[in-house]
């Protein structure tokens, strides 16, 4: 049944019908219908610029034209489109050409499983066979870590609102400070290796530290390169498995394929989800060291694993890392981000505000966090899609497609200096430090 037009483009079948968990379309209150690359409309035709990328899940935009053929041709030809764990062509032509064009390049070798549609899946699966080899249940996690909303993951998420949705106790993991969590003075890997080598601590021996290069639901949070050496040394001096979630910065969020490259760590186990589906469809890798591949055959399963629309998607997408000048490209928009939140923070010293994040996720942290949700607020009135995140919700965060055209990252960074401009001249002067 066709909804008259009136109704289509109100909210009413959503407040009526879907329920209250829902978040996102309380913040961008208009239905929308249509979408390409870094661009969509709603039903009644307004056009907004999309810097939330699903979350990290577009990098490739928005029905990518070459993947969106890939995928057709593979439908009109009857592919496979379910098939559990068997083993498929479509399965095939990704695991080779991921082997071939992501891992080999990198000098990795790991093994490649298929633990289910989302993010939460592939780290669940990672602390379950970190759990398996080592013979230990305690994980190592990190203050403001976001890893998921299961029970096992969300036990690793640092994030008191979430964690008190479980209604159940999240044990097995000890929460230790991320790197500047204490200050600049403070290198928080001392304190790692402080609990670790002390018997005295009261730390159990964990299977595995689990962590993020950046955080990005815990406010574009960097760990420094040296600190995840450290790290990484720590994990190795002790016998415990590194995993790195990159389930939001994997696939080029921060300018490489695995937001790791050039940090001089190797991750002993590795999440990857959201835009590994290349087209915005579920798909999860947990890659994992083949010393490591301890699993008996069915220990870990789930009936979605084998998405092969997923796999015809992911290997389309991998095209753009076998192109020399796709990273360049990427370094440009990169600077261009930078430069457009230097200047609005440099035009208004007033305001207690920072830069943070890296490569193609940054944003501005706000002394007084409710200005994050306005600026996000005044940018979507103005034409373009943006979140916030942090503890307090105080980052306004940038994360368009990778795809993003030139010209297009410019308009949307002209919107968002428009509208910082409007949120601190409507802000009482006693706000600002």
């Known amino acids: 049944m066709n909804l008259p037009q009136k109704e289509a483009a109100s909210l009413h079948v959503f407040d009526k019908l879907e329920s209250e968990v829902r978040s996102y379309c309380r913040n961008f209150q208009t239905v929308f219908d249509k979408a390409r690359n870094a661009k969509v409309w709603d039903v009644k035709g307004n056009e907004y610029i999309d810097f939330?990328?699903?979350?990290?899940?577009?990098?490739?935009?928005?029905?990518?034209?070459?993947?969106?053929?890939?995928?057709?041709?593979?439908?009109?030809?009857?592919?496979?489109?379910?098939?559990?764990d068997m083993a498929t062509r479509a399965k095939e032509t990704f695991l080779m050409r991921f082997d071939r064009s992501i891992l080999k390049p990198r000098?990795?070798?790991y093994k490649v499983m298929?633990?289910?549609?989302?993010?939460?899946?592939?780290?669940?699966?990672?602390?379950?066979?970190?759990?398996?080899?080592?013979?230990?249940?305690?994980?190592?996690?990190?203050t403001n870590a976001f890893h998921g909303m299961s029970l096992g993951?969300?036990?690793a998420t640092g994030?008191?609102?979430?964690?008190k949705g479980a209604g159940v106790d999240l044990p097995n993991t000890t929460f230790m400070p991320y790197d500047g969590y204490l200050g600049e003075r403070i290198d928080t890997a001392d304190i790692l290796a402080k609990m670790l080598s002390d018997p005295?601590?009261?730390?159990?021996?964990?299977?595995?530290v689990i962590l993020e290069t950046v955080q990005g639901e815990g406010g574009l949070n960097v760990a420094s390169f040296a600190w995840l050496r450290r790290v990484q040394a720590l994990c190795r001096k002790h016998d415990i498995l590194l995993i790195v979630d990159d389930v939001q910065m994997g696939c080029g969020r921060t300018g490489t394929f695995f937001s790791f490259e050039g940090t001089g760590i190797q991750p002993d186990i590795v999440c990857l989800s959201k835009s590994i589906g290349g087209y915005?469809?579920?798909l999860a890798l947990t890659l994992i060291k083949p010393e490591y591949d301890q699993w008996l055959p069915g220990e870990h399963n789930g009936t979605f694993r084998g998405n092969n629309l997923g796999f015809v998607a992911a290997a389309e997408a991998l095209s753009y890392w076998e192109k020399d000048t796709f990273q360049s490209e990427l370094a440009g928009k990169i600077?261009?981000?930078?430069?457009?939140?230097?200047?609005?923070?440099?035009?208004?010293p007033e305001v207690d505000a920072h830069i943070k994040g890296r490569g193609m996720i940054q944003g501005i942290s706000f002394g007084q966090p409710e200005l994050a949700a306005r600026l996000s607020a005044a940018a979507f009135k103005n034409g373009v899609i943006m979140e916030t995140s942090g503890p307090n919700d105080e980052v306004a965060k940038l994360m368009p497609p990778l795809t993003i055209e030139a010209s297009v990252l410019e308009q949307g960074l002209a919107i968002i200096k428009k509208s910082f401009e409007e949120i601190v001249q409507a802000e009482p002067v006693k706000a600002m430090v």
């Open 52 to 84: 939330f990328a699903g979350a990290g899940a577009l990098n490739y935009g928005h029905n990518n034209p070459a993947i969106r053929h890939k995928l057709i041709d593979y439908m009109l030809e009857d592919g496979v489109t379910h098939s559990l």
């Open 107 to 109: 000098g990795l070798n």
């Open 114 to 142: 298929f633990p289910g549609p989302t993010g939460t899946n592939s780290v669940e699966s990672a602390l379950k066979i970190s759990r398996k080899v080592t013979g230990r249940k305690n994980i190592i996690c990190f």
């Open 153 to 155: 993951s969300l036990a």
């Open 159 to 163: 994030n008191a609102f979430k964690r």
């Open 200 to 208: 005295g601590s009261g730390v159990d021996l964990p299977a595995a």
């Open 280 to 282: 915005g469809l579920p």
């Open 335 to 348: 600077r261009s981000i930078r430069a457009a939140l230097k200047e609005m923070l440099r035009a208004h």
